[in-house]
């Protein structure tokens, strides 16, 4: 069995200062990680993801997350935040072999000017 | 390339109502898969397509639900009988291969039933 927490539905951050997006995980076997970006009438997009390899992943536009099995965290981070990140970001987890990813609800982040 | 396309984009529909919703994958991806997603709420599985493999189709939540693939490319997912809590958004995904891929997310269809 697997199963995603977003620990927040909605954060607001001011536009230049860092993003801490939380997510605790579990599952019964080695997981793979995810965090996708849904922005308004977007298609997903995937940010990073970690399989096993490095525990601090590299995403796209400044992400990053860092796998934490004795917490089961994957939170995902970001140095100073910028207008343009304001979406809603999904916590995804899966393993080998299991074709079905499976969801959190999501966390709405809001940039203030 | 072209990404995931899905049509229509937006779908109003009466009651009881059958609907017929198309996803067309990246070309030269084997594995497809639809979600469901809720106002306010994460994605939740649907059925998966690999190849010529039997579908998974453990997610779907009624037998009103059915999908279909032609081999590798075109899939439709066929909702009977629309029911108002059948409202949502419906999105398709396809990666190149099964096992742990990036998956690649059209842009949805958003039923509304009324």
């Known amino acids: 069995a697997q199963s995603v927490t977003q620990l927040d539905s909605h954060v607001s951050v001011s536009e230049g200062t860092p993003v801490l997006l939380r997510c605790n995980y579990s599952?019964?076997?080695?997981?793979?990680l995810f965090w996708y970006v849904q922005h308004p009438n977007k298609g997903l997009q995937l940010l990073l993801k970690?399989?096993?390899?490095?525990?601090l992943v590299k995403g796209i536009n400044g992400f990053e997350a860092e796998f934490k099995k004795s917490e089961t965290s994957f939170h995902l981070t970001k140095p100073s935040a910028h207008m343009s990140d304001a979406a809603e970001y999904f916590c995804v987890v899966t393993h080998f072999g299991n074709e079905k990813l499976t969801f959190g609800t999501g966390t709405r982040l809001t940039i203030i000017p | 390339g072209a990404g995931v396309s899905q049509s229509p984009s937006n779908k109003v529909t009466e009651k009881g109502k059958d609907v017929e919703l198309r996803c067309d994958p990246i070309?030269?991806?084997?594995?497809l898969y639809w979600y469901r997603q809720r106002l306010g709420q994460g994605l939740e599985f649907l059925i998966y397509?690999?190849?010529?493999?039997?579908?998974?189709k453990s997610g779907l939540p009624s037998d009103r639900f059915s999908a279909e693939r032609t081999g590798e490319s075109v899939s439709t997912l066929t909702i009977q009988r629309t029911q108002q809590e059948d409202s949502a958004v419906y999105l398709c995904a396809s990666s190149p291969d099964r096992g742990v891929y990036e998956q690649y997310f059209g842009p949805g269809t958003r039923l509304t039933v009324t």
């Open positions: 397509f690999q190849g010529n493999s039997a579908p998974d």
């Open positions: 599952s019964s076997y080695s997981p793979s």
């Open positions: 970690y399989t096993s390899a490095a525990t």
């Open positions: 070309s030269g991806h084997t594995a």
